[in-house]
Protein backbone atom coordinates (compact mmCIF):
# COMPACT_ATOMS: atom_id res chain seq x y z
CA UNK A 1 0.00 0.00 0.00
CA UNK A 2 1.25 3.36 -0.85
CA UNK A 3 0.11 6.54 -0.07
CA UNK A 4 1.51 9.74 -2.64
CA UNK A 5 0.38 12.92 -1.38
CA UNK A 6 0.81 16.32 -3.25
CA UNK A 7 -0.36 19.85 -3.39
CA UNK A 8 1.69 21.70 -1.23
CA UNK A 9 3.96 25.13 -1.62
CA UNK A 10 4.81 28.74 -0.93
CA UNK A 11 1.87 30.85 -0.56
CA UNK A 12 0.88 33.99 1.58
CA UNK A 13 -1.84 34.80 4.52
CA UNK A 14 -5.04 34.12 3.70
CA UNK A 15 -4.19 32.27 0.69
CA UNK A 16 -5.82 28.72 0.22
CA UNK A 17 -4.15 25.45 -1.06
CA UNK A 18 -5.42 22.16 -1.66
CA UNK A 19 -3.53 19.28 -0.74
CA UNK A 20 -4.48 15.31 -2.28
CA UNK A 21 -3.37 12.23 -1.50
CA UNK A 22 -4.16 8.89 -3.08
CA UNK A 23 -4.02 5.58 -1.78
CA UNK A 24 -2.93 2.26 -4.23
CA UNK A 25 -3.60 -1.22 -3.14
CA UNK A 26 -6.66 -0.41 -0.87
CA UNK A 27 -9.26 1.77 1.14
CA UNK A 28 -8.52 2.45 4.56
CA UNK A 29 -11.21 3.10 7.08
CA UNK A 30 -10.04 6.36 8.08
CA UNK A 31 -7.82 8.99 6.23
CA UNK A 32 -6.27 12.18 7.35
CA UNK A 33 -3.86 14.59 7.35
CA UNK A 34 -1.14 15.26 10.21
CA UNK A 35 1.78 18.05 10.18
CA UNK A 36 5.08 19.15 11.53
CA UNK A 37 6.29 22.16 11.98
CA UNK A 38 10.22 22.12 12.50
CA UNK A 39 11.03 21.56 16.38
CA UNK A 40 7.16 20.19 17.35
CA UNK A 41 5.83 17.18 17.19
CA UNK A 42 3.53 15.37 14.79
CA UNK A 43 0.14 16.87 15.12
CA UNK A 44 -3.55 16.04 13.90
CA UNK A 45 -4.99 18.18 11.53
CA UNK A 46 -8.52 16.34 10.11
CA UNK A 47 -9.55 12.67 9.40
CA UNK A 48 -12.40 11.59 6.78
CA UNK A 49 -13.89 8.05 7.57
CA UNK A 50 -14.73 5.75 4.58
CA UNK A 51 -18.31 6.70 4.04
CA UNK A 52 -17.05 10.39 3.64
CA UNK A 53 -20.12 11.17 5.81
CA UNK A 54 -18.00 11.65 9.29
CA UNK A 55 -15.14 14.38 9.15
CA UNK A 56 -12.96 15.71 12.80
CA UNK A 57 -10.97 18.23 12.99
CA UNK A 58 -8.33 19.89 15.19
CA UNK A 59 -9.51 23.24 16.92
CA UNK A 60 -6.86 25.36 15.05
CA UNK A 61 -8.18 24.65 11.91
CA UNK A 62 -11.85 24.26 12.08
CA UNK A 63 -13.75 26.86 10.06
CA UNK A 64 -10.87 27.03 7.38
CA UNK A 65 -9.71 23.34 6.42
CA UNK A 66 -11.97 20.99 4.53
CA UNK A 67 -11.16 17.13 4.59
CA UNK A 68 -13.35 14.89 1.51
CA UNK A 69 -12.76 12.06 -0.19
CA UNK A 70 -13.02 11.30 -3.43
CA UNK A 71 -11.92 8.56 -6.51
CA UNK A 72 -14.03 5.77 -4.78
CA UNK A 73 -12.48 6.89 -1.48
CA UNK A 74 -8.95 6.22 -2.52
CA UNK A 75 -8.16 9.63 -2.49
CA UNK A 76 -8.38 12.22 0.47
CA UNK A 77 -8.47 15.77 -0.17
CA UNK A 78 -7.80 18.82 1.88
CA UNK A 79 -9.29 22.25 0.89
CA UNK A 80 -6.95 24.86 3.02
CA UNK A 81 -8.48 28.72 3.13
CA UNK A 82 -7.43 31.46 4.91
CA UNK A 83 -3.63 30.19 5.63
CA UNK A 84 -1.91 31.63 8.67
CA UNK A 85 1.48 31.38 8.87
CA UNK A 86 1.32 29.34 12.08
CA UNK A 87 -0.35 26.78 9.24
CA UNK A 88 3.47 26.18 7.70
CA UNK A 89 5.01 22.56 7.92
CA UNK A 90 5.37 19.38 6.57
CA UNK A 91 2.00 17.47 6.28
CA UNK A 92 1.50 14.02 6.18
CA UNK A 93 -1.64 12.07 4.76
CA UNK A 94 -2.08 8.95 6.82
CA UNK A 95 -4.04 5.57 6.54
CA UNK A 96 -5.55 3.43 8.91
CA UNK A 97 -8.58 1.12 10.74
CA UNK A 98 -8.64 2.48 13.74
CA UNK A 99 -11.44 2.85 16.24
CA UNK A 100 -13.14 6.21 15.88
CA UNK A 101 -12.37 6.76 19.85
CA UNK A 102 -8.57 7.31 19.03
CA UNK A 103 -8.97 8.84 15.36
CA UNK A 104 -6.83 11.58 16.18
CA UNK A 105 -3.80 9.30 17.37
CA UNK A 106 -1.11 8.88 15.20
CA UNK A 107 -0.48 5.26 16.39
CA UNK A 108 -3.91 4.79 14.83
CA UNK A 109 -2.28 5.10 11.52
CA UNK A 110 0.11 2.33 9.80
CA UNK A 111 0.34 3.80 6.48
CA UNK A 112 2.10 7.25 5.50
CA UNK A 113 2.55 9.48 2.54
CA UNK A 114 6.10 11.14 2.15
CA UNK A 115 5.15 14.66 3.45
CA UNK A 116 4.51 17.81 1.70
CA UNK A 117 5.66 21.52 2.29
CA UNK A 118 3.41 24.01 3.15
CA UNK A 119 4.88 27.38 3.71
CA UNK A 120 2.48 30.15 4.44
CA UNK A 121 3.95 33.45 4.81
CA UNK A 122 2.54 36.56 6.25
Known amino acids: VQLQASGGGLVQAGDSLRLSCAASGRTFGNMGWFRQAPGKEREFVAV????????YYADSVKGRFTIFRANARNTVNLQMNNLKPEDTAVYYC??????????????????WGQGTQVTVSS
Open 94 to 111: AGGDGILSAIRTISNYHS
Open 48 to 55: VRRSGNRA
